[in-house]
């Protein structure tokens, strides 16, 4: 079985404009097999890295609110394999 990687365009806003959170960011989202299932985890340069969760997109989400974003839009990019 081949891992992926997955990577997004997001889009987030930040509650003080100009901070390194506002503005178009390149996400990574990486996923884990594990007996309960799949858990997604993502990670971004200005973000740091995130907590499982159960769906690309909430892993996204996760990790931008962890930091007082709000994400605006995001968009599937590529995949590829590690």
């Known amino acids: 079985m081949a891992w992926t990687r997955t990577y997004f365009a997001v889009e987030t806003r930040h509650p003080v404009k100009g901070r390194r959170w506002d503005g ?3 996400f990574q989202v990486s996923a884990d097999e594990r007996p309960e299932g799949r858990s997604y985890y993502a990670s971004a340069a200005d ?11 909430q ?3 996760h990790l931008a609110n962890d930091n007082g ?3 605006l839009n995001l968009c599937y990019q590529y995949e590829d394999e590690i």
């Open 24 to 26: 178009q960011h390149l």
């Open 59 to 61: 892993a996204i989400y």
């Open 47 to 57: 973000f740091g890295c995130g907590k499982s969760c159960s769906t690309p997109e």
């Open 69 to 71: 974003a709000e994400v």
